[in-house]
């Protein structure tokens, strides 16, 4: 799925990629419990995710290399920047117009035309980013996760595009005039539980460790809103169910999701 141009870190802002620096303290948590929690959640209409298992034989210096995600990035026509959306930024986000998805991936920050797809942290702005948040995660915990991140990431975007995208007509009529459909903006917040997620936790099923908002933006602008439960993989070890839809909190997201229930 995932380009496999890489970036050098000082190069690239350490926020451009499509996961809320918040949200990254919950995959260190995740990777810790997954050898002695034993996986219990409901089927999920995504399929499950299954995951690199790079790791450490010995201690190296973490890489410094970014990975170039598959995820075309909406680019607003105020800015050049490749810094991820702010809160304020997501909750009020700009109209930002469509790039072709086959736009090069610009080497460094400042050039004239700025990256088109969301970029990965390295492996030492992960280990940085968990560490301002007062965990100390080895480096050899640090080579799963980052992979892993990375793949479960792409499996996301996948979702949205195959589950909704590309499969509702009227959805894929609204996205065939720039190519496709783009990541605008994201969040992450792994304390706060979707309603679905929540009535799973009542019904005695494991509750996600953690949950992404992504605004899509299509052709012309318009803007859809898509929620990211990430759920254990059954059977433990490095896998992940991931229950992908849009919000019912505009005319688009309850199209999709009522198209979808009567099979489009």
Known sequence: MGSSTAHNESAQPASSCPVDPAARAAWLENAKEESNRPPNHPLLPSS??????ARLTKTRPLASDRETSSIPRALSSSSDSTSAPTTQQYQHPPPAPIAPLDSPVAAAAGEATPPQHWIYPSERQFYEALRRKNHSPSPTVIASIVPIHNAVNERAWSS??????????????????????????FSGDSTKLTPRARMYGWLG??????RHDWVVERC??????????FYRGRGGGLSFFLDVRPKLNSWAGWKLRLGRLVGW
């Open 160 to 185: 949205i595009l195959s589950d909704w995208e590309l499969r509702s007509p009227g959805a894929r009529r609204a996205n065939a005039a720039c190519g496709g459909p783009r990541l605008r903006s």
């Open 220 to 229: 012309g602008g318009e803007a859809v809103e898509y929620v990211i439960d």
């Open 48 to 53: 499950p995710t299954a995951t690199p298992t």
């Open 205 to 210: 099923y494991e509750r996600p460790f953690d």
